[in-house]
């Protein structure tokens, strides 16, 4: 009893399904998706060979993880429904934005629980996934690091940043793709199409955290590097510090985390 019901196909959800069928440490027939929208489950089904269905009791009954991906409105009609279907030994893992562990545990009958904060990168097994851990589910802990390991990295946090998790990895993706937007634009005005320059933004994002992951550098080592004193790099540089860059990054961030502390 070992397999994983993802409850909620929609963006995460099938992001994470994608993420696990993908890694081959888990095979589709371990993997099953529910969701309300027949059409949708068809498609999930049909691209990841995954069991689907509509029925949240019947697609929890063998699976020892269950990982909660529905929007946080969605989540107590949810548990209501599934609360009576679930055994003290099946794992409670909530990826949903804004509510408690406390929360969730005042929801259903004594499971394990457990948060994790993945993002949409999962479909390409480069999530970063916070994990907060309820007091009863410590002897989970390694099990479910392993599961989201599959789709990307993992760091144990403390349930208190867990809205901080989601402002920085989970709408994150938001932030970097905004980012590499703005380079696209700029290429093109320098004279690419539009595929030419998002081709160079993209690889050179993608450069750019390989050398401060893999070398496990500051950023500004790095930085230093690319910037020749009197260069064009520390122009550029330093215009957009000027322009607010790096203040209107925080400023994003901030406002971003003000507003997760009221959603509900
Ligand atoms: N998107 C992200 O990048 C991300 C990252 C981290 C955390 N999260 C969290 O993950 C959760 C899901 O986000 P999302 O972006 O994936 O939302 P979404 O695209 O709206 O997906 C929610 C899915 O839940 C399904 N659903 C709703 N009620 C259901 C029920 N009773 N039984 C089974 N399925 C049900 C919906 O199915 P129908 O479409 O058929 O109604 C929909 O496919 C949210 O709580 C969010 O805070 C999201």
Redesign the pocket.
């Known amino acids: 009893m070992e397999n994983i019901t993802i409850?909620?196909?929609?963006?995460?959800?099938k992001?994470i399904a994608t993420g696990l069928v993908k890694s081959n440490l888990y095979s589709a027939n371990e993997i099953i998706v529910?969701?309300?929208?027949q059409n949708?489950l068809e498609t999930i089904k049909d691209s990841l060979e995954v069991a689907v269905s509509?029925d949240?009791v019947l697609a929890i009954e063998g699976s020892k993880y269950i990982i909660l991906?529905?929007?946080?409105k969605?989540?107590a009609?949810?548990l209501a429904?599934i609360k009576s279907a679930l055994k003290p030994e099946q794992v409670l893992i909530s990826?949903?934005?804004?509510t408690s562990i406390q929360e969730i545990e005042n929801m259903v009958d004594g499971n394990k629980l457990l948060r994790a904060?993945?993002?949409?990168a999962a479909s390409k097994l480069q999530s970063i996934t916070c994990i907060a851990c309820g007091e009863n589910a410590k002897s989970e802990l390694d099990q479910v690091q392993m599961i989201f390991r599959t789709i990307g990295k993992t760091l144990v946090i403390d349930e208190s940043l867990m809205q901080s998790a989601?402002v920085l990895g989970?709408s994150g993706?938001a932030f970097f793709l905004r980012y590499i937007r703005a380079v696209t634009q700029g290429g093109i005005q320098m004279g690419f199409h539009p595929g030419e320059a998002q081709l160079i933004a993209v690889q050179t994002a993608i450069g750019a955290a390989t050398l401060v992951a893999e070398n496990n550098t500051h950023p500004e080592r790095e930085i230093d590097k690319v910037t020749t004193p009197m260069g064009c790099t520390i122009a550029g540089l330093n215009e957009m510090e000027h322009q607010g860059l790096s203040s209107a990054v925080i400023k994003g961030l901030m406002m971003s985390y003000e507003k997760i502390n009221h959603i509900k």
Not at 7 to 13: F, R, S
Not at 117 to 120: A, L, R
């Open positions: 409850i909620g196909g929609g963006n995460l959800g992001s529910t969701g309300r929208s949708r509509t949240n991906c529905v929007q946080p969605q989540l009609g949810l429904e990826t949903i934005t804004g904060m993945p993002n949409t989601t989970a993706i």
